[in-house]
């Protein structure tokens, strides 16, 4: 048995020691594992199923910033427990650098990463396809509608890959064991292994290679303990680790409203002869971006405010009128379904049933449709409407900024400080991206933006939505400079020989893709130069 509970008791030492047991612990795992090398995993969580986060750390802005134990799981899969699922690419225009934003050019190019984007995928499950090379697709100087997100189909990797585990040889996962320090020779340029914990027991865990995939933040926190161990050593490395702490911006401010209502068919979640669910993205181009000095962020489309009988969705209005009775019973997790069933004016029912009524088997057939499909596929509730209007969500990038920043707490410096901020900038863009999206859809006659808050409040508004936390990306950036970055183009730390990083606190920029995918992305490509160093 390959799982078991604390650490083994033999005095073994591993070809490789992985830090956490989330999707890049477990892509490099296994597949250093396939290989033949001895691998060993610790995983903080005690349960086959994951629990709620290890410790706390403190926020400073809990506005910006939710609490970890809600953007984060403990135990087998790690937070892929909790995920939505969403796997997108990076685009190239994420690696340059860019003189209207301060991110950093990265290290690798975004043709070398790619080679790694199929095997990703496969190890996801969401289907491989990310860009649309068919007709529907607009890629010109004023709009970008060839990319498409995907969904993950079993999204807890912990299930996925259990067996795969279990009847490893060469895999060994040690459930409740938290990695306390890394420990290095008396030189301080190669590590040796890990000091643990597992409840009372303490043991000093010996490998030839240790990978740190333990999420972003708790990633940063064992770096930030180990430069606090060899400060002399680190030295070089004070300046970028643990800054320029990144998410990304999410939200709605606007509706977009489809000339031809038809045209809806494309942006909504569609699936593929394999089975995988996937949605359009609309983005701007880079010579767009470049030109508007705005930053990456990606639109999709959402079902509209169900409040707003404008729609003329049956099937929404239907959940409208039950949104009430629907929250009482908590059936509705949906945010949507909470905000519809608080403030919803009398006057609006009338219209609500007109929109029934004028198409009563529409509206039969596409609730139990998109029930099945948020049942079957954890799709949001989407359906086509007449009206052609739906709500425009935006994900958008986040500038690194160096004063966005995590440390050790200066009272208990086994807690973690986040400083999580968000800047003018990262507001101003959004807003202008918004403008600018308008301005293309109305030249290119696919429709336009109708704003959902008065336009001089446009900023607070998406300043008030502004959250993140889940995605935990730059503290340990990827940099040749080791002034610049923290780990290398083979994400290596800087200074140690043989101390790796798997997660998305290694990429430069946040861009406007959800991490993960591009995070399995640098597992697998850390795994095959693990291969190729212990092959010399
Ligand atoms: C609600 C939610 C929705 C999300 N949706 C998406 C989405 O749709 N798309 C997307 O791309 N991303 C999404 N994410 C983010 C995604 O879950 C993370 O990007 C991904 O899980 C990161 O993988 P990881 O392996 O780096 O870290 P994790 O999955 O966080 O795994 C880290 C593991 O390390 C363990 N660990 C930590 N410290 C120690 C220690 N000291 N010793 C031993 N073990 C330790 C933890 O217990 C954990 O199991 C979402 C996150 C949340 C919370």
């Known amino acids: ?19 956490g047991s989330g999707p890049a612990g477990l892509a ?3 597949t250093c594992g396939r290989r033949g090398h001895s691998v060993i995993v610790l995983e903080a969580g005690d349960q086959k199923k994951a629990s ?29 427990s909790a995920w939505g699922g969403l796997c997108v690419p990076y685009d190239p225009i994420d690696f340059s ?7 950093p050019e990265w290290p690798i190019s975004h043709d070398e990463f790619t080679r790694w984007r199929v095997e990703a995928a496969r190890f996801l499950g969401c289907g491989e396809t990310f860009d649309d090379t068919g007709s529907i697709a607009i890629r010109n100087e004023d709009l970008d509608s060839g990319q498409f997100g995907r969904l993950a ?11 795969a585990v279990a009847t490893s040889r060469s895999v060994t996962v040690c459930m409740g064991v938290r990695a306390l320090n890394i420990i290095c020779d008396s030189t301080g340029s190669q590590v040796v292994g890990v000091d643990t914990s597992a409840g009372s027991v303490s043991k000093r865990v010996l490998a030839r290679r240790i990978v740190v995939a333990a999420g972003g933040l708790r990633t940063t926190q064992l770096l930030l303990a180990l430069a606090q161990a060899w400060p002399r050593h680190f030295q070089s490395n004070t300046a970028p680790l643990g800054k320029y702490y990144m998410g990304h911006l999410t939200g709605e401010i606007a509706a977009l409203v489809l000339d031809n209502p038809r045209d809806a068919a494309a942006y909504l979640y569609n699936r593929d002869p394999d089975g995988h669910w996937f949605q359009r993205r609309l983005k701007l181009p880079p010579s767009l971006q470049e030109m508007e000095r705005v930053m ?23 959940l409208a009128l039950l949104a009430p009775a629907l929250h009482k019973v908590s059936l509705a997790k949906s945010e949507r379904l909470r905000a519809a069933a608080v403030g919803q004016r009398s006057s609006d029912r009338l219209l609500h049933l007109r929109n029934i009524i004028a198409q009563a088997f529409t509206t039969m057939r596409n609730l139990s449709a998109a029930a099945v499909r948020r049942r079957i596929g954890h799709l949001p509730f989407m359906t086509l409407n007449s009206a052609g209007r739906y709500a425009l969500r935006y994900h958008a990038e986040q500038a690194p900024n160096q004063y966005s920043k995590v440390s050790l707490g200066s009272k208990n410096a086994s807690r973690l400080t986040i400083d999580f901020q968000y800047t ?9 991206s918004h ?17 959902i808050v008065p336009r001089d409040q446009c900023h607070d508004a998406v300043s008030n939505q502004a959250r993140d936390g889940y995605h935990q990306i730059g503290t340990t950036r990827m940099s040749d400079n080791p002034l610049e970055g923290v780990v290398d183009r083979n994400c290596r730390v800087h200074g140690f020989a043989n101390l790796y990083v798997a997660s998305a606190s290694a990429l430069p920029t946040s861009g406007s893709a959800n991490p993960t995918l591009p995070v399995v992305m640098m597992a697998l490509r850390l795994a095959d130069h693990l291969q190729n160093t212990i092959a010399r």
Not at 62 to 78: I, K, Q
Not at 153 to 163: C, E, F, M
Not at 299 to 311: K, V, Y
Request: hydrophobic share 40%.
């Open 1 to 19: 048995m390959a799982i078991m509970y604390g650490c083994p008791n033999s005095d073994q030492v591993f070809d490789i020691c992985v830090i």
């Open 28 to 30: 490099v795992a296994l």
């Open 52 to 80: 709620l986060a290890l410790d706390s750390a403190d926020v400073l802005d809990s506005t910006t910033h939710a609490p970890l134990h809600v953007s984060t799981r403990v135990g087998f899969g790690g937070t892929s």
């Open 97 to 103: 650098r860019r003189s209207w934003i301060s991110a």
């Open 153 to 163: 189909r079993r999204n807890a990797l912990g299930k996925v890959y259990y067996t």
């Open 296 to 318: 990456n962020t990606a639109f999709t489309l959402r079902a509209p405010m169900l409040n707003d009988p404008r729609h003329r969705d049956g099937a929404l209005s239907a």
């Open 424 to 432: 003018h900038v990262d507001v101003d863009s959004v807003v202008r």
């Open 435 to 451: 403008e600018s999206l308008d301005k293309s859809l109305r030249k290119l006659g696919i429709g336009r933006l109708e704003y």
